[in-house]
């Protein structure tokens, strides 16, 4: 009966690590942009196999944006705190249209819900990548003083940031080379 219970436990366990396992990882490079850089890389969390979409938040409700792959970082400076969240995803095939459709409405609904005129939109194109920021207009440092999105839609690759208020004089370069060193990442795919 053990090596019934034993044998039946291995092949779960096998079964669900299959089932975190993915056979290609194009996503891979762009964890490592930050290598070499003033920002260190303090955690590298790749996304289960098994999740596939998240919700966001829009105005009428909800809407499912798709994960195909992903990962989560949390970026460093010198000090103990981080200074980035950063998720880079990968669209499920022939669903980047929809889900940049969800993940702008969720931008909007963000500056939405924000005190008025505390938070505003950016939207510009460089290159292959659209970029999308919601900016508080003052740094206190506290919470989240920018979301940033970039959007390749030729890859289906979404990248958004959540660059934390330290209400530093340093945040303006801070967050010029993330955006420079992810962007020229993403180019590259």
Known sequence: MKRILIASLSLVLMSAASAQQRDTDPLA???KCFSGT????????RLPATT????VEVRDGKAKVSMDDG?????YTDGPNPVVNLKIERAAPGRIVEDRAAIVAQMQYLVEHNPKGSAILDMAEQGSIEHLTVRKNA???HGIANVETLIQQ???TVATAY???TNSAGFDALRTDFLALLAACIEKQ
Not at 38 to 45: A, E, I, K, M, Y
Request: hydrophobic letters at 40%.
């Open 139 to 141: 740094l206190d440092g």
């Open 38 to 45: 003033w920002f260190r890389v303090g955690s590298t969390d």
């Open 154 to 156: 030729r890859t289906g």
């Open 163 to 165: 660059l934390i208020d």
């Open 29 to 31: 490079p762009l964890t």
């Open 52 to 55: 596939k979409w998240r919700m």
């Open 71 to 75: 990962y989560r970082l949390m970026l």
